[in-house]
């Protein structure tokens, strides 16, 4: 069966940090892989999706990158963390478009 | 663009009965509408897929209806349960701004509350 993997599950960062979250997918080939955001009482905002390795695009401008450096690995990275970039990042993937999304558990990220 | 329109009250109701949840969007019908559980500090669940050309889909005590002439989709839990408590998103299909991907958009939720 499938299994997505996302750590670590809280992090506390102090402004201008830079940041690596990692999300691994085992149990399939070639998924669609996506990063979220959720702020407190808001809906999830998609910030990155990749429909294969090197194959990076991105929903919102922000201070955030991701990359895919392997099939089922996929990273959400910062240079400088800001305050706004506290929140819920949750990454998911799916066998294709229109298909139904399996997500993590999520980290909680606070930007102090 | 298109809206994704989710009653942000939460929805209390006594055990045993059936909780609707409502989804309305804006604009173009999606080809398909989903909706998922979200339990606090979780990641969101997958519980029903419905297509365009779909009115009803059932899953054990769950339905879902999709009407693209009022463009809306309707959740129902019949026999409700304190364990059904949690948030309940729908999501709908909408073309990526910056690729050729069709991405789930997702609303913000209602917080079910079942009570004893």
């Known amino acids: 069966s499938q299994t997505i993997h996302q750590w670590p599950a809280t992090l506390v960062q102090p402004v201008g940090s830079p940041l690596s979250l990692e999300c691994t997918v085992e149990?399939?080939?070639?998924?669609?892989l996506y990063w979220y955001r959720q702020a407190a009482g808001r809906g999830l905002q998609l910030l990155f999706y990749?429909?294969?390795?090197?194959?990076i695009s991105s929903e919102v401008p922000q201070n955030l990158s991701a990359s895919r450096p392997q099939d089922r690995q996929f990273i959400l990275s910062s240079k400088k963390l800001l305050l706004s970039d506290s929140g819920f990042y949750l990454c998911?993937?799916?066998?294709?478009?229109?298909?139904?999304?399996?997500f993590g558990d999520g980290t909680r990220l606070s930007i102090l | 663009s298109q809206k994704i329109e989710q009653n942000s009250e939460a929805l209390n109701i006594q055990e045993g009965k059936t909780a609707t949840l409502t989804c309305n969007y804006t604009?173009?019908?999606?080809?398909?509408l989903q909706w998922y559980r979200q339990d606090p500090g979780r990641g969101p669940v997958f519980l029903l897929l419905?297509?365009?050309?779909?009115k009803e889909k059932r899953k054990e005590r769950l339905k879902v209806t999709f009407d693209t002439t009022l463009k809306q989709s309707l959740f129902h839990i019949t026999a409700s349960q304190p364990a059904d408590s949690a948030t309940y998103l729908c999501?709908?299909?909408?073309?990526?701004?910056?690729?050729?991907?069709?991405?789930?958009?997702f609303g913000r939720g209602t917080s079910l509350i079942v009570h004893p």
């Open positions: 149990g399939t080939s070639n998924p669609n």
């Open positions: 990749s429909v294969g390795i090197g194959q």
């Open positions: 419905i297509r365009e050309n779909e």
């Open positions: 604009n173009y019908s999606p080809a398909y």
């Open positions: 998911a993937w799916s066998i294709t478009d229109n298909q139904p999304q399996h």
């Open positions: 999501a709908l299909d909408m073309y990526g701004a910056s690729g050729g991907s069709y991405i789930p958009t």
